[in-house]
């Protein structure tokens, strides 16, 4: 029933809005203390340094900070659902106390650290500041005709004062005054969750722009993970064509010794039968041909590499189960790595609509926007696909979030699905 009031009305009342407003009277004593803290051991730090005692000591202070980042992170995870991940550890090189402080000393997040300590201190006072006087004031002034009765009884006076110069006194005591009280303390109250959402909208941005990785540290974060999945890809890759050359066109060529090995022992004694012996090797050189050649159309087939993707594509399709429409519109070639990719993954999708989908149709479409390449792929089948739960799918979002691409999946339960992929450009 809540949930169809309108937000303004909702907003008071949120757990969101309550738990960014302990948010900000918590930030207040803790900003006081970290900056405190800090400017007193980095002050000491800094003039120390002419001795060697200043360095120990503002390695300590960048230290402390880190542990103050601990702590905000924390605060902003439980109360703003803000999930900031910590910095990389300071390790020395040689692992002693001397390469730890040279390390630490030239942190950058250590010293983004300390900027925050710093920054966020008359942050918070301001934020403070307005968030209480608004929150007090609007709910006093809102809740004012059920404690009017409080002046008159013990103060003295028939309400609140507004204007008094010793001869002349102006108080909010009469029902028209105590109405229009009500509602500026109910303007006050509507309007101080959305003030206070903005006063933590710019906390959200001090700690995760101060308190986590650097972008340079999470890019490479992000392209050792990207080269241990190609890794792990380019092995799984070895190993299912190990696996298909063993099982396979490798016991077929062996049936395929064992057949003329016996032909050419009853040669002399039975031409007949070694007649017979020959055509079935005959059909097993036929049947291992078959496989090396779809088992090198699987890896990266002669028209991918002639021809590009619209003939790649269309050939795959030409053999997928149902009815399938190709559409590439690209201007050039991508590099070979990013076609690849490209036809392995519209070959994948295709392969599930044959296998999964209970398609009737399917459409491929390929195009070019800015420096990305597109590729959708559509059946109105009965849907329900999922990256979680399908393996398939799991592996295909690996192996394109490997060259810095992004797959979504869109397959409500009755269908129809739309696989997008989105690779990057390089022609």
Not at 261 to 286: M, N, S, T, Y
Request: include cysteine.
């Amino acid at each position: 029933m809540a949930s169809h009031l309108p937000a303004a009305i909702r907003a008071p009342f949120e757990g969101r809005t309550w738990r960014a407003l302990l948010y900000v009277l918590i930030g207040l004593p803790l900003s006081v203390c970290w900056f405190a803290l800090s400017i007193a051991f980095v002050s000491a730090g800094a003039g120390l340094l002419i001795t060697f005692l200043g360095v120990p000591i503002l390695a300590g202070a960048l230290a402390m900070c880190r542990g103050f980042g601990v702590v905000e992170r924390a605060r902003a995870r439980a109360l703003l659902d803000v999930d900031v991940r910590a910095p990389e550890p300071v390790r020395g090189q040689t692992g002693g106390a001397f390469s730890w402080m040279g390390a630490m000393l030239k942190s950058g997040a250590s010293w983004r650290h300390l900027l925050y300590a710093i920054v966020h201190m008359p942050w918070a006072i301001v934020s403070f500041s307005v968030t209480v006087a608004f929150w007090a004031w609007g709910w006093s002034l809102f809740t004012y005709p059920l404690w009017q009765w409080v002046f008159p009884a013990y103060v003295g006076q028939d309400g609140i004062q507004l204007y008094g110069d010793g001869s002349h006194n102006l108080y909010l005591d009469s029902p028209f005054e105590i109405a229009v009280t009500s509602l500026v303390g109910l303007l006050f109250v509507m309007v101080g969750p959305w003030l206070l959402r903005g006063f933590v909208a710019v906390d959200r941005l001090l700690v995760s722009g101060l308190l986590g990785p650097s972008r340079l540290a999470s890019r490479v974060t992000e392209l050792e993970s990207d080269r241990g999945v190609v890794v792990d890809t380019a092995a799984a890759d070895l190993r299912r064509i190990e696996r298909d050359l063993h099982d396979g066109a490798q016991a077929r060529l062996a049936a395929l010794a064992m057949d003329l090995g016996l032909a050419k022992e009853k040669l002399a004694e039975d031409p007949q039968a070694a007649a017979v012996l020959v055509d079935e090797a005959h059909g097993e050189v036929k049947l291992a041909l078959q496989e090396l050649r779809d088992l090198a159309r699987g890896i990266h087939p002669a028209v991918l590499t002639d021809r590009g993707l619209d003939a790649a594509l269309s050939a795959v399709a030409s053999r997928c189960a149902v009815p399938v429409s190709v559409d590439v519109d690209l201007p050039a070639r991508p590099v070979a790595a990013i076609e690849g990719i490209a036809y392995f993954t519209v070959s994948e999708l295709l392969r599930n609509v044959t296998a999964h989908a209970r398609a009737r149709r399917a459409w491929v479409d390929v195009w070019r926007t800015g420096d990305r390449l597109m590729l959708q792929v559509r059946d109105d089948g009965v849907g329900g696909a999922h990256v979680v739960t399908g393996r398939s799918l799991s592996s295909l979002t690996e192996r394109v979030g490997a060259v810095d691409g992004v797959l979504a999946v869109d397959s409500p339960e009755g269908g129809p699905t739309t696989v997008t992929a989105e690779l990057p450009w390089r022609a």
